[in-house]
């Protein structure tokens, strides 16, 4: 077993800390998180983390179709995916612990969206199953460390809004509405 990784900062896409997702009607549910890391981020400990866990898996017998946890942003058609960046995509079967950048534990799901800035710690492991090798990344656990501009179009809304006193809100009248 391999060591926990402290990732460097990321991009969160797709969270799932709070509740276990299945990918397809087949596949376990699983906590999971998409991380998208800037260009010229330092990747060399998770990668390092992934050869070692390759090297002792196959030795020097390394699967010719090995998949590989670094993935091209760029090979995505998805809002804030950037060519020339990687995306890792980590998870785990146990959810894993969430806290903010003073590690006060997040309960607040809105509070993780995609687009808010975090690290978390994972490890790398290997598997083998009916001719699929690879080696990929557990999620052991996240911190959020800043919000971001949120993916997806969704707006926040204290950008939306601006704040009411008393009963001064314009409405528009049934009457006007389509004057």
């Not at 926990?4 to 990918?23: D, G, H, W």
């Not at 804030?80 to 534990?105: F, M, W």
């Amino acid at each position: 077993m391999t060591d926990n990784i402290l990732t460097p900062e990321f991009r969160v896409s797709f969270p799932n800390l709070f509740k276990a997702r299945k990918a397809n009607e087949q596949a376990e549910a699983k906590y999971s998180v998409s991380m998208l890391f800037a260009k010229g981020a330092d990747l060399s400990a998770l990668k390092k983390a992934a050869e070692a866990a390759v090297r002792e898996k196959w030795g020097d017998k390394i699967p010719k179709k090995l998949k590989k946890p670094f993935l091209e942003q760029g090979d995505y058609d998805l809002e804030g995916y950037e060519p020339g960046c990687v995306l890792i995509r980590a998870s785990s079967q146990h959810k894993p612990g969430v806290v903010d950048k003073n590690v006060q534990t997040i309960v607040d799901e809105s509070e993780v969206y995609p687009g808010c800035y975090g690290r978390a710690t994972v490890r790398a492991f290997t598997y083998d199953v009916n001719g699929n090798a690879g080696v990929s990344f557990g999620l052991q656990n996240f911190q959020k460390l800043r919000d971001g501009d949120p993916l997806g179009g969704r707006t926040r809304p204290e950008d939306d809004f601006t704040p009411v006193s008393g009963g001064d809100v314009d409405v528009l009248s049934a009457d006007s509405m389509f004057d």
